[in-house]
């Protein structure tokens, strides 16, 4: 049976001054599209997937714009619903050095916040897929959405579909207390969580003071004690200098944690790296990988987007695999 994915979520305008510039002092911005679920639809769609996003946009031309940006990556946006008046922004002030990233968001009052559950036909939508992924940015986004996502997951759970959820817990959309409300009715329906620290402690309170390794693990086990996860998969990244980071993923399935390689990187671009590794995760487990094989290669398919300017990570799965599983992953390509 072939595989068909579908995402569910947000796409935004983002706003970003050039050259490291800060907000007051730029006088032009550079302008892309992306957003959590919408950026793990390009990167499935770059690797061969057939995959769908699903949101809601105006009729206008900026909302055109951000569906042109899906359709000429090959992503199927055949489901996605015009109407409204916004597009969600957000703002982003790169880090540089020791000064860390800032993230403005405007999106109250976009299209996507104020849809309704009948904007929705989650039965056509559903229609030969066999995935369905989601993070938690979606229900944060406003009650309404909430009650949307809850929809899609028992509709999805009902026709078979594997689930998959990245927890990304943003503290500007919502507090910890409502988090752990929405996301406990939601997680029932999951069967693969993607999660880091962050997300445990700030969604469910959980303790995670112990060594890296060890906190991943202990949280990934808690995790599917909770919720009937059948895999629970984390990624995080280290600075080890002002310019330098170390990557390193971990898959918790089957009472066994798997842990991937380390990359020691320069960032051009960080935003969309924890999509790039859903992707990676979803992408091994409809290929039938085996753990420490899929924990690899969503680590590289998450390393490599730090290289890729903007939120869409625009590499292949052969240099996925040319970087997760070569001698070096450094050889020139002629």
Known sequence: MKNKIITFGEIMLRLS???????????????VYGGGEANTAVSLANFGVDCGFV???????????????LRQYGVDISNIVRGGDQIGIYFLEKKTSQRPTNVIYNRSGSAIALA??????WDKIFKD???????GITPAISDNMAKITLAACKAAKEKGLTISCDLNYRSKL??????????????????????????AVGIFS????KSDKEKNAYIAEELTKRFPFKMVASVWRTETSITTFKLQSMIYTEGKAYYSKE????????I??????????????????????TVEFANAASCLKHTVSGDFNLVTVDEVMKLAFSASGNEVSR
């Open 206 to 209: 959980m303790d995670a003071s």
């Open 129 to 135: 897929a066999t995935w369905f992924h989601f993070s």
């Open 174 to 199: 919502w507090s910890s207390e409502k988090a752990n409300k929405v996301m406990s009715e939601l997680c029932p329906y999951v069967d693969i969580c993607i999660a880091n620290e962050d997300d």
């Open 17 to 31: 001054p050039e050259n490291n510039e800060r907000f007051t002092q730029c006088h032009e911005f550079e302008a």
């Open 116 to 121: 309704e559950e009948s904007d929705f036909d």
């Open 272 to 293: 969309g790296a924890g999509d790039a590794y859903c992707a990676g995760i979803i992408y091994s487990i409809i290929n039938n990988f085996d753990p420490q094989k």
């Open 263 to 270: 990359y020691f990187m320069n960032i051009l671009d960080y």
């Open 55 to 69: 949101t809601k946009l105006p009729e206008h031309s900026i909302g055109q714009s951000a569906v042109n940006s």
